[in-house]
């Protein structure tokens, strides 16, 4: 099955790219980041495990997800697989991230993939899973800007 759907868009941050990278760059820290999510077993700096309670009436229970750093070039791009499985449900989402130095911090140009929905997710309206994939991404950022403000003391 091929691509499914694609999001893009941009976040800014007042951290350098030097003092960003690292931490988008850490599934450790990203799993963090996951709104809702409950981090599960000892995370890896190129792999972490969660369970999300999604609240979208079209997935029940639970889902596994793991967040893997599939490639990572310094303080330019980052690249994240998420796989996520539950009842009679799993997806697989790549998102790239491409990091650029700002006058007063750094810009995150973001595109996020849907490559492959399975089990009953393929027979979800189209519009539902966009809808539920705009508001994770949205607040996923609102989180990781929430943990890096914590972690910066800024």
Do not use: Y
């Amino acid at each position: 099955m091929g691509l499914i759907m694609t999001f893009e868009g941009e976040q800014d941050f007042p951290l350098s790219a030097a003092e960003l990278w690292p931490r988008l760059s850490d599934a450790r820290f990203l799993v963090d980041c996951v709104p809702d999510a409950i981090v599960q077993g000892q995370p890896e700096a190129v792999r972490a495990q969660c369970i999300v309670r999604p609240g979208f009436a079209f997935v029940r229970g639970s889902l596994d997800v793991t967040l893997e750093i599939a490639e990572a070039r310094a303080n330019e791009l980052i690249r994240v697989v998420a796989l996520s499985k539950g009842i009679g449900s799993r997806s697989e989402v790549e998102a790239r991230l491409t990091i650029s130095d700002r006058d007063s911090g750094s810009r995150v140009h973001w595109q996020v993939e849907v490559k492959k929905l399975g089990g009953l997710l393929k027979a979800v309206p189209s519009g539902l899973i966009r809808g539920a994939a705009q508001k994770v991404i949205a607040d996923m950022w609102t989180q990781t800007t929430l943990k890096l403000a914590e972690s910066s003391g800024k």
